[in-house]
């Protein structure tokens, strides 16, 4: 409430008297008494005018409804998605967990836009329906697969617009490790006791010998401790490989942040693989542009990819062949950047099309005798695919029968702006 000046009464005093006297001079009756009233009239008008007010209510404007400081600092400190709606469906309030979930989730729009899942919008419909909580499931396929238990319930807020009705708020708790975990279990269990079913059988075999009738053969017992010591080292190399492919699926969907040098982690590898390539007959090489090759991985797990990758082509390559790692950059297609490529070039005796799509899968090998004598475990190619998967990268495997194979690893090309500068584990290429 407030007040304001009135327009002066005098004005309209003067503005009567005025009339009145032009009128009365107009017809000749202007006498003194006239003249006296006409001033009384005005000091009268005067006086009343300087007290007069208005009073003048002011309504406030009206605004949006003011958002609960504490109950943002509550929501934003919630690690798992939450995201509240109206009876409408539409998007009252979300976390920044929800947000990063649902990229395209935007308040006061309805949450069908961003969350296409018609079970959850049931589930809400039902809420809203019957007062009940309700709990179901929602998955999401990209970039990566993400699985979540998503729990409904009615949430009436006195204070909102629509005077008290319920609301509906979503709780998504991620369920993508516990499932990854329970998977990873039952698959390890189901490839370990088919895997090392026959070493087992082996050792088991060459100790009830060893104990029997070769018990006092000494050449003999040298020849089977041998045989079993090759065994137990697969088995190792076994369990090595489905623990290191079990850690891998378990982070798969967390992108890794640090950088590395992919030029210098093939130069390293490369020479580790040297003494095995000479054994085997094999030459070596590597050839990689003079400047950093920046990309954003986990080390060791991309040391285990380009080990993997050439390890494969000196065993399965043919003997006094070339295998050939080369390193290159290049532009990406419209709208996607540059793309740093590692290829890994054999001249073996290659690898029939119906082959090449299952090279991935554990456990699958073009010729089974031949990987369990070279020493594989069949799991190499997964484990490629899987760190891959981890850092958004690609795998290409081209190869024909008599042509020699070829693999293609493609990984985004780490660029920062101009203001930083690059890490120290990427010094000046020696």
């Known amino acids: 409430m407030s007040t304001i000046p009135a327009r002066p009464m005098w004005l309209g005093v003067t503005l009567a008297v ?11 009756t202007v006498d003194a008494a006239l003249m006296i009233s006409a001033s009384l009239a005005l000091l009268v008008g005067g006086l009343l005018g300087r007290g007069g007010r208005v009073l003048i209510e002011q309504r406030p404007e009206a605004g949006p409804p003011r958002r609960h400081t504490i109950a943002e600092a509550l929501l934003a400190n919630i690690p798992d998605p939450v995201i509240l709606v109206d009876r409408r469906v539409v998007v009252i309030e979300a976390n920044p967990a929800a ?37 179901t499931e929602y998955a999401t396929r990209v970039p990566t697969e993400r699985a979540f238990e998503v729990q409904i319930g009615a949430l009436p807020i006195p204070d909102a617009p629509g005077g008290g009705e319920a609301n509906v708020v979503l709780f998504l708790r991620d369920l993508t490790e516990a499932r990854r975990l329970e998977a990873m279990r039952v698959d390890f269990v ?76 093939a130069r390293q590898m490369v020479e580790m693989q040297a003494p095995l390539a000479r054994e085997r007959g094999v030459a070596l090489t590597v050839e990689r542009p003079d400047i950093p090759l920046p990309v954003l991985g986990d080390r060791d797990e991309l040391l285990r990819v380009v080990e993997n990758l050439v390890e494969n082509a000196v065993k399965y390559g043919n003997s006094g062949g070339v ?46 005798a031949s990987s369990r004598q070279q020493g594989g475990t069949g799991l190499g190619l997964a484990i490629v695919k899987h760190t891959l998967n981890r850092h958004r990268g690609k795998l290409i495997i081209e190869s024909e029968p008599g042509h020699g194979t070829t693999v293609r690893v493609s990984l985004p090309e780490h660029r920062p702006d101009g203001s930083e500068t690059m890490p120290a584990e990427l010094p000046p290429q020696d």
């Open 190 to 265: 189901a490839n370990a006791s088919h895997e090392l079913r026959t070493p087992l059988a082996a050792l088991l075999g060459f100790i009830e010998t060893l104990q029997g009738p070769a018990k006092e053969d000494a050449r003999a017992r040298e020849q089977f401790l041998g045989i079993m010591r090759t065994q137990a080292q697969r088995m190792t190399g076994l369990i090595d490989d489905l623990l290191s492919l079990s850690r891998i699926e378990l982070h798969e969907h967390v992108a890794p942040t640090r950088i590395v040098d992919l030029g210098r982690i």
């Open 18 to 28: 005025a009339v009145i006297v032009f009128a009365e001079a107009v017809g000749g």
């Open 323 to 368: 295998v050939v790692v080369s390193l290159h950059r290049t532009e990406g297609a419209t709208g996607r950047g540059a793309q740093i490529e590692l290829r890994v070039r054999d001249e073996g005796p290659g690898i029939a099309a119906e082959h090449i799509p299952r090279l991935t899968e554990r456990f699958y090998r073009v010729d089974t």
């Open 99 to 135: 947000r990063r979930l649902l990229p395209g989730l935007k308040l006061r729009h309805p949450l069908s836009f961003s969350l296409r899942a018609p079970d959850v919008l049931d589930g809400i419909e039902e809420v809203l329906r019957t007062g009940s909580a309700v709990r």
